[in-house]
């Protein structure tokens, strides 16, 4: 369930919101205010995983907001100005809906905040202390410890998942979240749904693209929807 919230200068745009909110089972409406600050307010003492934000407000503005909040919840941006569209997404909002809003457009909006929250609770909630796993192999009742340190990254394919290990391949008949959930969250990362990778085994990162160590020539794609979790993750360790 995603806690949301709406700030709105506009009564009949939160009233709008309200409506389709209350039609989407996901979300779990927990206030809406047309007074910025107080909605300041609610995020800093609630649980709050998404805003539904005004960009054009008196007091405080949307942006000025994504700011104040420095990344404590997403974003999706509701407003009738296109030309915030460039800023907004330079501060990582997840959406921008343009008023008035369809409902199709709305939940396009909502479903990409459910798998950008999705990935960064998974992130978040993996224990993953193994320093190895036991996999199934290709033949049947064999199992293969592989160390976790040795792996390099993991593609997903279909019904089974290549485990790349110091440049060795290793087939198994498990699923990606399965596997994902035995890995260290400090040390592995989903940036596609289809590859995990290991986080001290990337050298290079370009574009949407990132190289590994031991698998020069591997095309790893950061995917759309597991790209801020990627960069939230990395920023700790950038030096600019």
Known sequence: MINCIIIDDEIAAIEVLEHFIGQTPQLNLVGSTDNPVEGLSMVQKESIDLVFLDVQMPQL?????????????????TTAYKEYALE???????DYLVKPVPFARFMKAVQKATEILSVKNNTAGATGLHDFILVKTETKGKFLKIETADIDYIEGMGNYVAIFCNGKKIVSFINMKDLEEKLSADKFIRVHKS???????IIAIEGNTLLLKNNPKAEILIGNAYRPAFLEKMKTRLID
């Open 61 to 77: 503005s949307g942006i000025d907001f994504i700011k104040a909040v420095n990344g404590k919840c997403k974003v999706i941006l």
């Open 195 to 201: 590859f995990i990778v290991a986080i001290d085994k």
């Open 88 to 94: 907004g997404y330079e501060l990582d909002v997840i």
